[in-house]
């Protein structure tokens, strides 16, 4: 009696996090961590980290460089809930709390070779007055319990008629972050 195997396939990604673009602050670190379908596992790496703190250069561009590595394989039979990278992008407000600046997600490219993803990032807003004039007062921000709420899509078949810009960032003054890695397929 033969035992009926599955197949899987693995998925290797192997780059960095390569750094943000934040006009407005300084001295921030990311947090990162995938998210991923039931029918997915990591076999090898870590699936969330913390890079160091970045200072912005001196030069002209005024980059936040953290070039911070990630390594992971993950195995699957089904490419369905294919793996996203989340990444959280936090710093000091002026009363010197870690407050959340930027949440943004990307899959995972599809295809095997070298990528660079650019990652618009965004903060939620508090949705009455009373709470930003309190958010004010005291230096918190509205922020997430758990960050991988950004990249499920639950609920958000209704953005476009409600007027939200669900596209890539534009600008270069807008915040985001940069990723860089290569992904490799084995059968």
Known sequence: ?????????LLTVNGNIEGANFPEYDNLYCKYCFVYGHDWAPTTGL?????????????????????????????????????????????????????????????????????TKTIPMFVPE?????????????????EYTDPKVVAQGEGREDMKKMDYDTGPSGPANKPSATSGWSTEEQP
Request: aromatic share 12%.
């Open 1 to 9: 009696m033969a035992a009926s195997n599955p197949s899987v396939f």
């Open 47 to 115: 699936e969330e980290g913390i890079t160091q703190i970045a200072s912005k250069s001196s030069q002209a561009s005024h980059r936040l460089i953290w070039n911070f590595p990630l390594a992971t394989t993950f195995k699957s039979t089904n490419p369905s809930g294919w793996p996203q990278l989340v990444v959280s992008v936090y710093g000091p407000d002026v009363f010197g709390n870690d407050v959340v600046r930027g949440y943004g997600a990307t899959h995972i490219p599809f295809t095997p070779g070298q990528h």
């Open 126 to 142: 508090p949705t009455w007055r009373l709470q930003k004039f309190t958010g004010w007062l005291t230096g918190r921000r509205p």
